[in-house]
């Protein structure tokens, strides 16, 4: 499985535009990040590509897992977020844009 691989020096803007080509390409999304700015970095991205779709009547969840792995020979933990794909209804895109506690799905 690939990972969009996300450090704490990652623009979120620019990685919200890719999660965001990803999801409209039907490609499945997953982000890998290591450490609590990059972390961080990534859930922004989320968020920011979540506003970029919802318009365009597709909303996206995440939901996170551990995993070890690897880099220069030390085990390092990393977290890996799995990007979830919703379609919604046209009425729903309207009232998750128009009110910020109001989402109904």
Do not use: W
């Amino acid at each position: 499985m690939d990972y969009l691989k996300v450090s704490s020096k990652s623009s979120p803007a620019s990685v919200a535009g890719a999660i965001a080509g990803m999801v409209k390409d039907g490609v499945p999304v997953n982000i890998q990040s290591v450490g609590a700015g990059a972390v961080n970095q990534a859930i922004k991205a989320v968020a920011i590509a979540r506003g970029f779709l919802i318009p365009t009547g597709v909303d996206i969840s995440c939901a996170p897992t551990f995993s070890d792995i690897d880099i220069d020979g030390q085990s390092r933990t990393a977290i890996r977020i799995a990007v979830y794909v919703h379609r919604l209804a046209p009425s729903d895109a309207t009232t998750i844009e128009q009110g910020a506690g109001k989402v109904a799905i």
